[in-house]
């Protein structure tokens, strides 16, 4: 069974940091895409960033223009955990941020960039609050 739980979103303020982690269980590793959503009262879930298997090609990521330079995505095979750091916190980054998994071709991106409705496989969220 598939499981994924998110954990540490919290309130701060802008421009500070926080670190999200999503520990991934009943999953291999090497054939599943993992990727980082989030979705703010009235607005549709979007991608933040998403990661692939790693293969011969080494590891491809996706970051959305909007968290470029501030947010990095990072997985752990060994521990099967997707990590993702934020920096510079804005107020548009408030959201409920989501975990989610697909499997995927390691030699193929188009995964990296599809919509949420072509994922798979979700946590229950962990909310981030930005205030001023």
């Known amino acids: 069974q598939v499981q994924l739980v998110e954990s540490g979103g919290g309130s701060v303020q802008s421009g500070r940091s926080l670190t999200l982690s999503c520990a991934a269980t009943g999953l291999n590793p090497s054939t599943v895409c993992m990727g980082w959503f989030r979705q703010a009262p009235s607005k549709e879930r979007e991608a933040v960033a998403t990661i692939s298997p790693v293969s011969s090609d080494g590891r491809h990521t996706y970051v959305a223009a909007s968290v470029r330079g501030r947010f990095t995505i990072s997985r752990d095979n060994a521990n099967d955990t997707l990590s993702l750091q934020m920096n510079n916190l804005k107020l548009e980054d408030d959201a409920m941020y989501y975990c989610?998994?697909?499997?995927?071709?390691?030699?193929?991106?188009?995964?990296?960039?599809?919509?949420?409705?072509?994922?798979?496989?979700w946590g229950q969220g962990t909310q981030v609050t930005v205030s001023s």
């Open positions: 989610a998994a697909a499997v995927c071709n390691p030699f193929r991106l188009d995964m990296l960039t599809r919509a949420s409705d072509d994922w798979l496989y």
